[in-house]
């Protein structure tokens, strides 16, 4: 077999032809033609990657369109918008998308592609590769990243994050934001008297009661020890005291698990005022707390 049409195979010196090759890739080696008037198909498909449920190789050498349409909502209008760029200015392609599969599952691809002129179009030669399993395991770690490994709720770096984004957006169309800071009351007795383990388990009580009680826009997270805050977006003070006295009460009336039962927090509220810098709100809320504290703690101040 002459050399160019030949590769090794199983053992050394056993020859494959190039499309038994293509066939074994970890991904999907393709050619991409759009002609003058917008229709799109794939001339070539090859890979083991061309195997996933609903892509049928027949029909997309006819139509792209069977896999367009599958592309995630949120991901269709940017793949297109690439192909535009990159017919318009013949520059590659490096995206990555989700297509969707039955059962509302989906598989994350990362496509890379170069075009090229045709006399009838642009021509991309490229490769598509399923990093499903990467984009998971980089959600995981930014999932750690971003939480506090005791309660589960936000770490102070991603809480921080957070109040810096509604900031902006508070800013941008003066929409009402508020924060609200929590420290439990006496929590070095409660370690002191039952021990870390127990007190460990006190700061997870009160994490899953302050999660059942807040609203689902609302992030609270942890700063430290036995500090917490919560951002409380569209939400102007008048409407973050009631919330505020509603978490004290559930958290005063709850049986937690020691010997006691009881806990209380002392609480400062603050409003974002427009323009002022995050410290600002973040010391505004602070002396609210210690002065929660000041007047004889389980109380909400602002």
Same mark, same amino acid.
């Given at each position: 077999?002459?050399?160019? $049409?030949?590769? !090794?195979?199983?053992?050394?010196?056993?020859?494959?032809?190039?499309?038994?090759? !293509?066939?074994?890739?970890?991904?999907?080696?393709?050619?991409?033609?759009?002609?003058? $008037?917008?229709?799109?198909?794939?001339?070539?498909?090859?890979?083991?990657?061309?195997?996933?449920?609903?892509?049928?190789?027949?029909?997309?050498?006819?139509?792209?369109?069977?896999?367009?349409?599958?592309?995630?909502?949120?991901?269709?209008?940017?793949?297109?918008?690439?192909?535009?760029?990159?017919?318009?200015?013949?520059?590659?392609?490096?995206?990555?998308?989700?297509? &969707?599969?039955?059962?509302?599952?989906?598989?994350?691809?990362?496509?890379?592609?170069?075009?090229?002129?045709?006399?009838?179009?642009?021509?991309?030669? +490229?490769?598509?590769?399923?990093? !499903?399993?990467?984009?998971?395991?980089?959600?995981?770690?930014?999932?750690?990243?971003?939480?506090?490994?005791?309660? +589960?709720?936000?770490?102070?770096?991603?809480?921080?994050?957070?109040? @810096?984004?509604?900031?902006?957006?508070? $800013?941008?169309?003066?929409?009402?934001?508020?924060?609200?800071?929590?420290?439990?009351?006496?929590?070095?007795?409660?370690?002191?008297?039952?021990?870390?383990?127990?007190?460990?388990?006190?700061?997870?009580?009160?994490?899953?009661?302050?999660?059942?009680? #807040?609203?689902?826009?609302?992030?609270?997270?942890?700063?430290?020890?036995?500090?917490?805050?919560?951002? #409380?977006?569209?939400?102007?003070?008048?409407?973050?005291?009631?919330?505020?006295?509603?978490?004290? &009460?559930?958290?005063?009336?709850?049986?937690?698990?020691?010997? $006691?039962?009881?806990?209380?927090?002392?609480?400062?509220?603050?409003?974002? &005022?427009?323009?002022?810098?995050?410290?600002?709100?973040? @010391?505004?809320?602070?002396?609210?707390?210690?002065?929660?504290?000041?007047?004889?703690?389980?109380?909400?101040?602002?």
């Amino acid at each position: 077999m002459p050399e160019e $049409n030949a590769m !090794t195979g199983g053992g050394l010196n056993e020859p494959i032809s190039m499309r038994n090759f !293509t066939e074994r890739l970890p991904g999907v080696v393709f050619q991409f033609h759009r002609d003058h $008037n917008g229709h799109m198909h794939f001339p070539f498909l090859a890979g083991s990657g061309t195997s996933l449920p609903g892509i049928d190789r027949d029909a997309l050498r006819q139509d792209a369109r069977h896999m367009l349409d599958r592309l995630d909502e949120e991901d269709h209008p940017r793949v297109m918008a690439a192909i535009e760029r990159s017919a318009r200015w013949r520059i590659p392609i490096a995206t990555k998308f989700r297509i &969707r599969l039955s059962g509302r599952r989906c598989r994350w691809v990362a496509l890379r592609a170069q075009p090229e002129d045709s006399a009838t179009g642009v021509l991309w030669h +490229g490769l598509m590769i399923d990093i !499903t399993e990467q984009m998971a395991e980089e959600a995981r770690l930014r999932r750690l990243s971003d939480t506090d490994d005791l309660t +589960g709720l936000a770490n102070r770096r991603r809480l921080m994050a957070r109040l @810096d984004e509604e900031i902006a957006k508070s $800013n941008r169309h003066g929409s009402p934001l508020s924060l609200m800071l929590i420290d439990l009351d006496h929590f070095k007795r409660v370690n002191d008297t039952w021990g870390h383990l127990q007190g460990d388990q006190v700061l997870t009580e009160f994490a899953t009661l302050c999660q059942r009680l #807040l609203r689902e826009e609302d992030v609270i997270g942890r700063l430290g020890g036995e500090e917490f805050a919560v951002v #409380l977006p569209q939400t102007p003070l008048v409407a973050s005291h009631p919330l505020a006295e509603r978490l004290r &009460r559930t958290i005063a009336d709850h049986d937690f698990s020691i010997a $006691n039962g009881q806990v209380t927090v002392s609480i400062g509220l603050a409003e974002y &005022r427009l323009g002022e810098p995050r410290d600002a709100l973040i @010391d505004r809320a602070d002396r609210s707390l210690y002065a929660a504290k000041r007047q004889g703690r389980n109380r909400v101040v602002t």
